[in-house]
């Protein structure tokens, strides 16, 4: 069963036009992460929430914000999307203790960005 | 800022070869990640290590966390087709407290030859 979820898998959207990408989980996890992953390059991470706590990189550009209503969601909003922001977005979450008592990460399946 | 070196870049190899890659830092880890990627998808995770000389295996895939903290490799024996895809290392490191923020590697591309 899909743990962490993203809708849509792919989404168009024009230059300038504000577009808002999804994640929910089931896992119950309380930091949930959002990352941009261009081609070919590792996840970079753009910001997380531990629980309703904000915490944005310091190189995340404002074009970039985030809501999460409550524990199961999480959302990406970006203002003005330019070309350079065609990526996949990945959702993270992270909780579930290992019998060694620290936490992990997992992703969703990602949401692929195209701007036109 | 801190960074993982990840190697080697690329690999292309014969189905049934065993497969070795590795990260190394200059700063000291208290969890080692080890994801595979397939191409549109997300990150999945293969091997978790939390302790120093910790040795993991998940079937074919056996990962230690080296002693020193700074670095950490990941073998795959007899590869398969579906080995295919990217493995990123990824560290958390000391003192990142709550966050749990990961460094990640540049990744590992991996192609096997039937």
């Known amino acids: 069963d899909a743990m962490v979820i993203q809708n849509p898998r792919y989404q168009v959207t024009q230059f300038g036009k504000p577009v808002t990408l999804s994640c929910s989980q089931t896992?119950?996890?309380?930091?949930m992460y959002w990352y941009q992953q261009k081609s070919s390059q590792a996840p970079k991470l753009l910001f997380h929430y531990y629980d309703k706590d904000f915490n944005n990189e310091a190189d995340t550009p404002d074009n970039f914000q985030s809501r999460r209503p409550n524990t199961s969601f999480c959302f990406l909003d970006i203002r003005s999307p330019g070309l350079g922001d065609a990526a996949m977005y990945l959702c993270a979450t992270r909780g579930g203790r290992s019998a060694a008592g620290v936490e992990t990460q997992y992703f969703g399946p990602g949401t692929r960005l195209l701007v036109l | 800022g801190q960074q993982l070196n990840q190697s080697p870049q690329s690999m292309f190899i014969q189905e049934g070869e065993d497969v070795s890659m590795n990260c190394t830092s200059s700063s000291i880890f208290n969890t080692w990640l080890w994801y595979k990627q397939d191409p549109g998808e997300g990150p999945v995770l293969l091997i978790a290590l939390y302790k120093a000389g910790e040795l993991t295996s998940n079937g074919r895939l056996t990962a230690q966390f080296g002693i020193t903290r700074k670095d950490s490799f990941l073998n795959i024996s007899a590869s398969i087709p579906s080995d295919v895809g990217i493995y990123f290392c990824?560290?958390?490191?000391?003192?990142?407290?709550?966050?749990?923020?990961?460094?990640f590697g540049q990744g590992t591309t991996l192609q096997v030859k039937p």
């Open positions: 990824a560290g958390q490191l000391v003192g990142s407290g709550n966050t749990g923020k990961l460094i």
């Open positions: 896992l119950n996890h309380n930091v």
